[in-house]
């Protein structure tokens, strides 16, 4: 199932790297799938604490803490994030092709350390 993303939101500091998606939901409106690179705190955790954390509102698991990055492909409009314990697929046609290009930056940003594979089409 493809979620339709409604907006995209980027987040660039010191401590923190975040792409952000406002994916439709039907009870709330919208609700954010979230990967999220802790910059400040990495070098303490453990090795496979250590990536891009997916997280999606709502969506809670026993493993949610380890729900890393594993893998994200960008074909046409669909975005597909892929984690050890999550899939998801996103509709970004409704996206601005400058938006999409500031995303890529920011994942590349985040894949530093080579922690996940990226595929741009």
Partial sequence: MSHKVQFISLE??????IVS???DD??????SLI????????EILDEEQRGVKVSLEGDSFEQEDYNMLSHIKLDNNIIEVVTP???????IVKIEKSEIDDMLKLLRKQN??????IHFA
């Fill in 35 to 42: 990967l999220h690179r802790t910059l400040y705190f990495e």
């Fill in 12 to 17: 660039e500091d010191d401590k923190d790297l």
């Fill in 21 to 23: 998606f406002a994916i």
């Fill in 112 to 117: 530093y350390d080579s922690k996940f594979a």
């Fill in 26 to 31: 039907k009870d709330f409106g919208v609700k």
């Fill in 85 to 91: 314990f999550r899939k998801y697929q996103l509709d």
